[in-house]
T-cell receptor, first 113, second 112 residues
């Protein structure tokens, strides 16, 4: 059974800092891994999708890496801004029927002005 | 143009009632899903459905049933609502073999 863990559960940083969010998963037979952002009371916004054959993906100030063999992914946020404050969720999709995602518990990020 | 839309956004109802939540996607995806986010914010899969098969998470009570009138819609019907069903329910879609997921904005269900 796939388990996904995100560390830290919460993070507070001053504006401008570079930061790293961590995600680990127990079953390395994944199809892909996706990072989402969730604002309070809102839905999920997809940030980055990494296929199992890829090592990293970049979008603007965001960079996500994937190390399948060690069961780890990191989301790097450069030059953080108050507007980055949200919960960041990591989700993995296995190579099995149903295309279902298994989510981590999320990292709640607050960027202080 | 909203890609995955859910209605209603909020639903307050009494214990024992039967209710439905509707979901529509205009992305042409072949698979749709329902996820539940509990009070601790954990997101868990409930159902995965395409025109070939329905896969049910074994922890989902049989009071919950997905209904798909066509490829673009997957509604969630809940019978005999219980207090513990209070949560935010998210619909999502994806295309087999290619894309990641697109989520709807969620339906906050409160059972009183």
């Amino acid at each position: 059974k796939q388990e996904v863990t995100q560390i830290p559960a919460a993070l507070s940083v001053p504006e401008g800092e570079n930061l790293v969010l961590n995600c680990s998963f127990t079953d390395s037979a994944i199809y892909n891994l996706q990072w989402f952002r969730q604002d309070p009371g809102k839905g999920l916004t997809s940030l980055l999708l990494i296929q199992s054959s890829q090592r990293e993906q970049t979008s603007g100030r965001l960079n996500a890496s994937l190390d399948k063999s060690s069961g780890r992914s990191t989301l790097y946020i450069a030059a953080s801004q108050p507007g980055d404050s949200a919960t960041y969720l990591c989700a993995v999709r296995l190579n099995n029927a149903g295309n279902m995602l298994t989510f981590g518990g999320g990292t709640r990020l607050m960027v202080k002005p | 143009d909203t890609a995955v839309s859910q209605t209603p956004k909020y639903l307050v109802t009494q214990m024992g009632n039967d209710k439905s939540i509707k979901c529509e996607q205009n992305l042409g995806h072949d698979t749709m899903y329902w996820y539940k986010q509990d009070s601790k914010k954990f997101l868990k899969i409930m159902f995965s459905y395409n025109n070939k098969e329905l896969i049910i998470n074994e922890t989902v009570p049989n009071r919950f049933s997905p209904k798909s009138p066509d490829k673009a819609h997957l509604n969630l019907h809940i019978n005999s609502l219980e207090l513990g069903d209070s949560a935010v329910y998210f619909c999502a879609s994806s295309q087999t073999g290619t894309s990641g997921y697109t989520f709807g904005s969620g339906t906050r269900l409160t059972v009183v």
